[in-house]
Each structure stands twice: as structure tokens, then as C-alpha cells.
């Protein structure tokens, strides 16, 4: 479904070359420097927007989304991802926190797109660019562990897709010059944090 409008496009560019290529010279020229100019400057856009309109219908549900902050708990480290073992040199220079957070869609359900992959989130300092292309998210914050409450549990967020104000726990490691983060769902941004102070991983 995602090449359908760009397929869309490239058909309508034949056509009309098609339909200049009739034309008089002195009639066909002018048509075609426009074609050639808007091709190489318009077109580009034209597609990147068409190919991205997906994800944008997709990250909407969490548009203006409501963060409930139950807690945020710096740690000393990630034993997730050591073991209990020896960490990393790279997570020494990190902070590291446990997240509890209600989040509250504020749009109703809509469908397949009424839905939302809480291991899709993951946390920005404010101002990041909403374009995604060409930026590590994890150069300031990375996501190491998401869960979601499930009939009075939690269980691990892989997969699962959920509906309406969902109940998570997330540990996150985090550069520790980074003070205040926020959630971005694809090209949504919402819920700004304040990260209390915390010691540096030992």
C-alpha cells in the first residue's frame, strides 16, 4: 500500500510526457523546462511525503498524548543487560532510571490506527527535530527495556499493540548531561520530564 501513490505519481510524469512529446516545438519547450525543473526540486518532496503518510497516520493516535508521571527512580546501573555481570565501559559514562508512566491517547479509537506499539516509543531531549531521518536517538537516550501492564501484571512490550491509556514501566539509559527528555511516538513529541539528580553508574 505504500508504493501505491508514489507508482501513482510516476504514472502521471509519463503521461504528460507523453502529451508534451504532441505538442509544437516552440509549444512543448516552455512545458517541458517546468516539467524538468519541478521534477528535480518538487517531485523528491512530493514522494518523501507520500512514502512517510503512513507512519504519520500512524504515530496521530499519540498526538497531544497525556503523560501520568507515578514515578522516576534513578538506578545504578542496567542488570538487564548485564546479568548482575560486569558492565560496559559505554554504560559507565550513563545514568540510568526506571520510568512508571500512564500514557492517555487524547484521540478515541480509530480502527487499526487507533492503536499503539509501546515499544515503538522512544525518549528526545525537547526540541528535537520531528524529523526522524539521519538522527540517533540513542546518541542522548536509549529505551533498554519496556513494559506493559496486563491484567495486573507486566509483561514484556515486544509485538504487543494496545489501545487507550496503557500502564508502563521503562528503564532507560541516559548521556549524563541530558536533563529533561520527552516521548516521541515516530513523529509525535509529548510528556516533557524532569530527570532528578542521580549518580553516575559505578
Do not use: N
Not at 36 to 54: C, D, E
Not at 61 to 82: C, K, M, N, R, Y
Amino acid at each position: 500500500m505504500i508504493w501505491i501513490a508514489p507508482i501513482f505519481v510516476f504514472g502521471l510524469m509519463v503521461f504528460g510526457l507523453l502529451q508534451i512529446a504532441q505538442l509544437p516545438p516552440w509549444v512543448a519547450f516552455p512545458f517541458a523546462l517546468l516539467f524538468g525543473v519541478s521534477s528535480r526540486y518538487l517531485l523528491p518532496r512530493v514522494l518523501v511525503a507520500l512514502a512517510r503518510r503512513p507512519l504519520t497516520m500512524k504515530s496521530a493516535v499519540l498526538q497531544g498524548a497525556i503523560v501520568e508521571f507515578h514515578s522516576i527512580e534513578p538506578i545504578s546501573g542496567d542488570d538487564s543487560v548485564t546479568g548482575g555481570g560486569t558492565e560496559s565501559p559505554e554504560d559507565r559514562e550513563l545514568r540510568f532510571f526506571d520510568l512508571d508512566v500512564t500514557i492517555r491517547p487524547r484521540t478515541p479509537d480509530r480502527g487499526s490506527f487507533g492503536r499503539w506499539e509501546p515499544d515503538s516509543l522512544m525518549l528526545v531531549t525537547p526540541g528535537t527535530d520531528v524529523d526522524p531521518e539521519g538522527i540517533d536517538f540513542k546518541e542522548w537516550c536509549e529505551v533498554r527495556r519496556v513494559l506493559v501492564e496486563s491484567e495486573g501484571s507486566f509483561v514484556a512490550a515486544e509485538d504487543l499493540e494496545v489501545a487507550g491509556p496503557t500502564r508502563l514501566r521503562l528503564r532507560v539509559a541516559v548521556k549524563s548531561q541530558v536533563r529533561r527528555l520527552q516521548f516521541r511516538y515516530y513523529f509525535e513529541s509529548f510528556g516533557e520530564m524532569l530527570l532528578p539528580q542521580a549518580a553516575r553508574a559505578a
